[in-house]
């Protein structure tokens, strides 16, 4: 079982940047594909960006691709998303979540264990 704590959020003006952290508890993190969700107000929880267990593979939401940025630490057991050129339609509350899989793609029924999200506001 792990455990993962999202950091890293805040209010930010178009066009900034802020990177996410998710930090994941017990020895296996290795062994865990991860990935970033979202969750606007009054919309659904969408996908945003997922990775593989070593970090070779990597997916994106169309909405983000080419502006933000998954990548993971499995020393330090904590996966990032940074985020550049953030637009007002990505305020929303973030989510890290763990899949015991090599690679948890864009379904979250795919992720075991999942944070309680850190908040993302851009200003326009």
């Known amino acids: 079982q792990v455990q993962v704590v999202e950091s890293g959020g805040g209010l930010v003006q178009a066009g900034g940047s802020l990177r996410l952290s998710c930090a994941a508890s017990g020895r296996t993190f290795g062994s865990y594909a991860m990935g970033w969700f979202r969750q606007a107000p009054g919309k659904e929880r969408e996908f945003v960006a997922a990775i593989s267990r070593s970090g070779a593979s990597t997916g994106y939401a169309d909405s983000v691709k080419g502006r933000f940025t998954i990548s993971r630490d499995n020393a330090k057991n904590t996966v990032f998303l940074q985020m550049n050129s953030l637009k007002p339609e990505d305020t929303a509350l973030y989510y890290c979540?763990?899949?015991?899989?090599?690679?948890?793609?864009?379904?979250?029924?795919?992720?075991?264990?999942w944070g309680r999200g850190t908040q993302v506001t851009v200003s326009s």
């Open positions: 979540a763990a899949a015991q899989s090599y690679y948890g793609g864009s379904y979250s029924n795919h992720y075991d264990y």
